[in-house]
Structures are given as C-alpha cells and as structure tokens.
C-alpha cells in the first residue's frame, strides 16, 4: 500500500507542502483548524517572495497576481549610509516577488482542496507500528506514515517533540498598511533604519497602475500604542524627508507582535516540523516564509528519496537528512536578521559611524553584493 503524509496545518507552507507531494504523486491529507472567513482587510497584507520560491510557485501552476522587485535600497536614517541592490548585478530577472498573503492562501489552498479537512485540529498523536496515529478534536482518530506539523508560531504539537534553543520577544510591533506615492519607483523596494524603527515599503500594484506600496513598519511596542490618526503624519516625516517623497496612506493599519524562535530538533519518529512552527524570524528581512518554503521543498525531496527506495517516509534516519539540510541553513539566518537588528537599534555614536561608513564601503563592493543577492533570492544552497 502507498505511504502518506498528514500535514497539521492548511496555512501558506502546508497547502505548499500538499502541492508538492500532489507534483510526486504522493498521497496526503491536510487538517485546517479554522475555516477561510475573507474580511475587509483581506487586500492589505504582503508576502514577499524570493526569486527562488516565486519560481517553484509558477512551475507548480500558482499564477496569482504579484508585482516584481527588481532593486532594493538601504539606508540607515540617523546618517548618510546607503546600500541598494539590483538584480542585474547578480544577473537574474527580478530580487523578489510581493504578494498580497490572502489571495496567495486562496490560491494553493485551492490547488489542494480534495484533500483539505478544515473545522477540526490534531489534538496528540502516539507512535504505531506503521507511523504514527492523531486524534483529532472531532474524537476520531487518524493513521498515518509521517505527520508533519505545519501550524505556525506557538504550535502545541511542534513543542511537544522539542525545544526552543532561541526566542526572542522584540518587545516590537509591525503595522502594515498601504500607501501611494507617486515619487518612488514601482519596481523598487525600500528600506529606512531609524533608530528603534524599521520603515519597509514593498511595490505592491495589486492590479492598479497607481504606485502603491505596501508598508511593514516595525516599531517598539510604546510608540505602536501611542500612534494615532491625529499623530500619524508627524511619526512618518522623518521617512518622508528621508526618501524625498509624500506618503498617502489609502488603508486601515494591522498590527503584528514581533518574536522569533528556533527549535532544537525538527523531528522525531514518525512526525517532523516544517516552517514557522519550527523557526520564525523578526520580518526586516522579509525571509520567514521564504525559509518555510525551503523546508517544503527539501522534505517533499527526502519523502519522494524515501518512497522510490521502498523505505519508511517515517524512519527517523530519512527524516533527520530532512533536519540536517536545513536546520543549519535556518539558524544562520535567524541569527543574521537579529544581528542587524541589534545593530540598527544601537545609538552608540562611534557604533553609528561605523555602521555608516560599512554600508558605503559594501555599496562599492559588487562581489560581495552578488554573493549577498544569490544568498537572499535562494539561488544558493544545499
Ligand atoms: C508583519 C509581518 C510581515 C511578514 N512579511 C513577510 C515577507 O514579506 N516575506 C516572508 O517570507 N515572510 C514574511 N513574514 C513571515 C510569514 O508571514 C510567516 O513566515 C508565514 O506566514 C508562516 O507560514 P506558516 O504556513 O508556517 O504558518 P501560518 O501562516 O501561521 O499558518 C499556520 C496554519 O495552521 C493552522 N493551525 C494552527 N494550529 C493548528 C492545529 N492545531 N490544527 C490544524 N491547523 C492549525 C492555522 O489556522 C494556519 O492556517 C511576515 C510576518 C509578519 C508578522
């Protein structure tokens, strides 16, 4: 009898994971706690995609509305320290694809439907002789080969197989919201450190022909809470100054906690963690989902390694080549994003020169820029 897989957790990776495993003809069931309820703010939330994932995504016949990145400027608000990359430098197409995050879910999760349950949860699950079997909250019981948890940030189940060895409270939150401005480049994404405030402005057509873009502001909570409607136009100015343009500001804005974590372990017999539930990332880099993403792909390879090599998708050693080939690759980038994150939060003067002059001193160094370029757009890998 064919083996199969039961994913906990319908959100952007897991349905991706089911697209992959649907592309190897490898069966799989997807359990989605909560039903899809569109609301009014549906338009306003971004993804961007690296070169790489947005690529994968096409050629498993994902075809949803994005705009392209092809340059991305850096500058560090309390001095003169630019950096800015093109993706003619690395020789590729375009950095990166924005998404809007709803649209995107409808569309995988559509590709998949046949084989989504949604309204019920995996509540445990026990190891069996054939794998491993899940009780859900609807008291019956599923069997299964391999359970992988796909439930995002603070999943019960992930943490039940291991621990966290990093996380981290940014003690920030994120508004996102939408914005025209008409002086900006439509095909350029652009970044402002300013003190403890990241200011990210993301090209987001979304089918008009209006420069829109789509903001992910990262600020400490105290401001977040203070911001108004009455003080908003004074807390954006100093960006305004900065990038020498108006903002309009067309929606509501939403609000995210800021928090990261890495797991200590992605598998144990017969289950594995893919995605946010093992490993999130404060978003200035934009990599959370790219990350997940990558683990996708990298599990379907090892279950389809397993099942042409008649092999249980469930043994641990299989699983563990599915844990060594990312874990690595996961850590150095929660680790790197948070290293420029203490970074830019530094107000130390000699610490702030030094950040300036480095930024320009990179600027003049294509080498290193490409290397940087391939790295972020997932072209380089194991
Ligand atoms: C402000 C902000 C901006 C971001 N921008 C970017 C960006 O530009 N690029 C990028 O790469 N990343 C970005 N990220 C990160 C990205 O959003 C996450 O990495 C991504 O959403 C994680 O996807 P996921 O499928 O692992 O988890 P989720 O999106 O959290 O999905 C998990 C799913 O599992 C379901 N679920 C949970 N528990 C259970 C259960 N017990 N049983 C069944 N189902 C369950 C949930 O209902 C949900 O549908 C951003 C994050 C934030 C906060």
Redesign the pocket.
């Known amino acids: 009898m064919s083996q199969s897989v039961l994913i906990?957790?319908?959100?952007?990776?897991?349905s991706f994971l089911g697209l992959e495993l649907a592309a190897r003809e490898i069966p799989f069931k997807i359990?989605?706690?909560?039903p899809f309820v569109s609301s009014e703010d549906d338009h306003i939330?971004?993804?961007?995609?690296n070169l790489s994932a947005s690529e994968r995504l096409e050629h498993l016949g994902i075809t949803t509305n994005s705009s392209l990145i092809q340059r991305m400027k850096i500058f560090d608000g309390s001095g003169s320290g630019k950096l800015s990359f093109d993706c003619h430098e690395a020789n590729i197409d375009y950095l990166a694809k924005?998404f809007n995050?709803n649209e995107l879910r409808e569309a995988l999760i559509k590709k998949v439907e046949s084989s989504v349950s949604i309204g019920?949860?995996?509540t445990s699950f026990k190891t069996i002789e054939s794998g491993i079997q899940a009780s859900l909250s609807n008291e019956s019981t599923l069997d299964s080969n391999l359970l992988v948890i796909?439930?995002?940030?603070n999943?019960?189940?992930a943490k039940s197989i291991a621990s966290e060895n990093f996380s981290k409270d940014y003690e920030q939150i994120?508004k996102?919201f939408l914005v025209e401005i008409p002086e900006l480049n439509s095909e350029e994404a652009v970044q402002v450190f300013h003190e403890k405030e990241i200011f990210a402005l993301?090209p987001y057509k979304n089918g008009t022909e209006i420069n829109q873009f789509s903001v992910?502001w990262s600020m400490p909570k105290e401001l977040a809470h203070d911001l108004s409607l009455e003080n908003f136009s004074t807390h954006i100015q100093k960006f305004e100054k900065k990038l020498s343009c108006k903002i309009k500001v067309t929606s509501e804005l939403l609000s995210?906690p800021?928090s990261a974590h890495h797991l200590d372990a992605y598998c144990d017999h017969g289950v594995c963690v893919?995605?946010?539930?093992a490993h999130?990332?404060h978003?200035l880099a934009?990599?959370?989902?790219?990350?997940?993403i990558s683990d996708a792909i990298i599990l379907a390879e090892e279950i389809e390694r397993a099942v042409n090599s008649d092999k249980e998708i469930g043994q641990l050693a299989f699983l563990k080549k599915y844990e060594l080939r990312r874990k690595t690759l996961n850590a150095s980038m929660i680790r790197g994003v948070d290293f420029l994150f203490n970074l830019f939060q530094q107000d130390n003067p000699y610490l702030r020169l030094g950040r300036n002059s480095g930024l320009k001193v990179v600027d003049k160094f294509s080498f290193l820029k490409k290397n940087f370029i391939l790295h972020a757009s997932g072209i380089h890998k194991i």
């Not at 939330?45 to 995609?49: A, D, E, H, I, P």
């Not at 796909?150 to 940030?153: I, M, P």
């Open positions: 906990s957790g319908g959100g952007i990776v897991g359990i989605e706690k909560k939330r971004s993804l961007t995609l924005v995050f019920d949860e995996i796909a439930e995002g940030r999943s019960n189940l994120a996102t993301m992910v995210f800021l893919i995605a946010d539930a999130s990332i978003p934009g990599q959370g989902i790219n990350l997940g």
